[in-house]
C-alpha cells in the first residue's frame, strides 16, 4: 500500500495567518491527492482535488500544490471558521490511504 | 440539496453482523461510485469499501475481505453494507460516501455517518 505522511500532526496559529500542511507519499500518486476538512462530530469535506484543484464552494484562501511526491495544503490568511482537522488522501490506487491528519487550533 | 444519509449502525457483539444503508437524495446514484469509509474514534479515515455504477466492481480493503459485503439498489438510489464476523478492531463511524463518475476513490460527498461499536 502506498502510505501518506502528514506533518505537523498539530499546528498552533492565529486568524490572519498564513498556514502550510505537508503530505508525503511513500511512492508517486501523480497528482491525485486530495485534502479534507473535518470539524468536530463532523464528517469530512472535501476541500482540493487533483491536488491543486479547488473544489466549489471552498473558499480561495484555501490552496494547494505539488512537488515531486510532496504535496501541500495553504491556508493564506486563516479566518477563525478554519480552525478544525485536516487530512489528505492519495487516491491513485487502492486502498486510497488518508494522512494522518493535522489538527489546527488556536495559538 | 444532494444528501446522503445513513442508517442501521448499533451496538453488537463480536461476531455478530449488522447491515448498513445509505440513501441518497438530490442526485442519481448511478452516475457515480459509492464507497464506505470509517473512521475510529481520534483516528484518521479509512476508506473500506466501493462499488462501480452498474455494481461490476467492487473492492474491499484487506481487514475486511470476506467478512463485509458492499451492494447498491440503483433503483432505490442506495447502498448497503453487509457486514459479518464483526471485529471489536471494526467500531467506528461508517460514512456513506460519493465518489467520482471516473475517480473511483475520491471522496466527494460525505454522509453524516453511522456509529458502528463492537463489543462485549
Known amino acids: 500500500d502506498i502510505q501518506m505522511t502528514q506533518s505537523p500532526s498539530t499546528l498552533s496559529a492565529s486568524v490572519g495567518d498564513r498556514v502550510t500542511i505537508t503530505c508525503r507519499a511513500s511512492?508517486?500518486?501523480?497528482?491525485?491527492l486530495a485534502w479534507y476538512q473535518q470539524k468536530p462530530g463532523k464528517a469530512p469535506k472535501l476541500l482540493i482535488y487533483k491536488a491543486s484543484n479547488l473544489e466549489s464552494g471552498v473558499p480561495s484562501r484555501f490552496g494547494g500544490s505539488e512537488s515531486g511526491t510532496e504535496f501541500t495544503l495553504t491556508i493564506s490568511s486563516l479566518q477563525p471558521d478554519d480552525f478544525a482537522s485536516y487530512y489528505c488522501?492519495?487516491?491513485?490506487?487502492?486502498?486510497?490511504?488518508f494522512g494522518q491528519g493535522t489538527k489546527l487550533e488556536v495559538k | 440539496e444532494v444528501q446522503l444519509v445513513e442508517s442501521g449502525g448499533g451496538l453488537v457483539q463480536p461476531g455478530g453482523s449488522l447491515r448498513l444503508s445509505c440513501a441518497a437524495s438530490g442526485f442519481t446514484v448511478s452516475s457515480y461510485w459509492m464507497s464506505w469509509v470509517r473512521q475510529a474514534p481520534g483516528k484518521r479515515p479509512e476508506w473500506v469499501a466501493n462499488?462501480?455504477?452498474?455494481?461490476?466492481?467492487?473492492y474491499y480493503v484487506d481487514s475486511v475481505k470476506g467478512r463485509f459485503t458492499i451492494s447498491r439498489d440503483n433503483a432505490k438510489n442506495s447502498l448497503y453494507l453487509q457486514m459479518n464476523s464483526l471485529r471489536v478492531e471494526d467500531t467506528a463511524m461508517y460514512y456513506c460516501v460519493r465518489g467520482g463518475q471516473g475517480d473511483q476513490l475520491i471522496c466527494r460527498i460525505w454522509g453524516q455517518g453511522t456509529l458502528v461499536t463492537v463489543s462485549s
Open positions: 462499488v462501480k455504477q452498474d455494481g461490476s466492481e467492487k
Open positions: 488522501q492519495q487516491y491513485h490506487s487502492y486502498p486510497g490511504v
Open positions: 511512492q508517486s500518486i501523480s497528482s491525485w
